[in-house]
């Protein structure tokens, strides 16, 4: 058993490596084409962002599938002599927070690279080192809060069920759908400063935009998005009386008016397809799935690593893998995202006009640098909108490309 795991892991760390290399192949010859969507300024930055991002995850990629060999190896039974602490659910959740800041500990360098030079370098980041302290910090304790909550309740539930991978699927689809609901108002204010849109005209026309797609939201607020970062963006967030229309400073800026709501019209397209929900469910079906699969290993395989089927163990398993029977799921996920951003570009078009949101998505693209092709196996495993030619097409617009 442990050894069929260790070849699938090393599979997936292999497809991931080979799709990045077909992405940095297929981009490196396209960026010497003719620039399409793109200002050819923009075109040659956006390919050279691509192809630096692509390096640098085949090389996390690679550290990913020294952290599995190490923590199969003998991390996990390292660890597991390290914390002393005879009650099992608390030695749990010391056991996954100590877990999860080594794994930290191994990742941050990319998040630094990526943040302070890969970013600078083409301009996105305005990131200083004060302020990613200061949110590493909020980050770090979040994930003590909920991170140690979370797994001292499944570690109860293993302790008190035979079937608990039901019951722990139960509780931790509920506390996603709960940090759903709560992220716009609790959660995300720690990190940005929400401030109610000033511009009343636009207000009142997204209000107006919002009656009519029957959506009513708690406001309508700005961020200051520009003090981390250059990108534009914006979204509904938040579940039922919770949501809240959000809106990046940067985004105001760089956007008119009627570009500005034809990508809100696009956004309210979602919850107009109920795509949220579909999004949702889908999501519960590979968490049923992933819990009903770790909730049967059998105990072998943790005797083959040299730890006791200990909720600690089982929690640190499914850490460990969840990853590869996700990516296994991506492309269903991509493809049916895919369909539901079509239709919500149609929905988007016909709230202010297809010309207007062909518009934005180009301007989008320009001001994040967005390399508006890639190579087929890269697009049917990671991407969940479809590529920005295509969409463009389908509004359209004219493309030579």
């Known amino acids: 058993m442990l050894l069929t795991i260790g070849i699938l892991y090393f599979i997936y760390i292999l497809l991931r490596v080979y799709i990045s290399v ?11 084409n003719k620039p399409v969507i793109l200002k050819p300024s923009n075109y040659a930055k956006a390919a050279g962002y691509k192809i630096s991002s692509e390096r640098m995850s085949i090389l996390s990629s690679l550290v990913d599938y020294v952290m599995f060999i190490f923590w199969i190896g003998f991390g996990l039974v390292w660890l597991d002599g390290m914390i002393v602490i005879e009650d099992v659910i608390l030695k749990s959740v010391v056991f996954i927070l100590a877990f999860l800041g080594i794994n930290y500990v191994a990742e941050i360098p990319f998040e630094i690279y990526k943040t302070f030079n890969l970013d600078k370098k083409y301009e996105f980041s ?3 080192p004060k302020l990613f302290i200061i949110d590493s910090i909020k980050a770090l304790a979040l994930t003590v809060v909920f991170g140690g909550g979370i797994t001292w309740a499944i570690s109860w539930i293993i302790q008190s069920y035979d079937s608990w991978w039901l019951y722990g699927f139960i509780l931790v689809f509920g506390i996603i759908l709960f940090i759903n609901m709560v992220y716009p108002t609790l959660i995300a204010p720690i990190f940005n400063k929400f401030t109610i849109l000033k511009d009343e005209d636009l207000r009142v026309s997204i209000e107006e935009l919002m009656k009519k797609s029957g959506l009513k939201a708690k406001g309508i607020f700005t961020i200051d998005a520009s003090k981390r ?3 534009l963006n914006a979204y509904f967030g938040g579940l039922g009386k919770s949501k809240r229309v959000v809106l990046y ?3 105001i800026e760089k956007l008119n008016k009627n570009e500005l709501l034809a990508v809100l019209g696009h956004e309210l397209g979602h919850f107009k397809h109920n795509d949220i929900f579909k999004n949702i469910a889908m999501m519960g079906l590979l968490m049923f799935g992933v819990f009903y699969i770790f909730g049967n290993l059998p105990s072998d395989l943790f005797l083959a690593i040299g730890i006791d089927k200990t909720p600690y163990g089982v929690i640190a398993m499914f850490l460990i893998l969840s990853p590869v029977l996700s990516f296994l799921f991506m492309p ?3 493809m049916v995202s895919r369909n539901n951003e079509y239709e919500a ?3 988007g078009s016909e709230c202010e006009s297809a010309v207007a949101l062909a518009d934005a998505l180009e301007k989008l693209a320009n001001e994040n640098k967005s390399f508006p092709k890639s ?3 890269y697009i049917f495993f990671y991407f969940t909108h479809p590529p920005l030619v ?10 030579d490309d």
């Open 375 to 377: 190579h087929p196996i």
């Open 22 to 32: 077909m992405e940095i192949g297929y981009v490196s010859q396209e960026k010497n």
């Open 229 to 231: 970062d250059t990108r």
């Open 332 to 334: 269903i996920f991509g």
């Open 345 to 347: 570009d149609k929905y």
């Open 126 to 128: 305005k990131m200083t």
């Open 249 to 251: 400073d940067t985004l």
């Open 390 to 399: 295509e969409r463009l097409k389908r509004l359209g617009k004219k493309i």
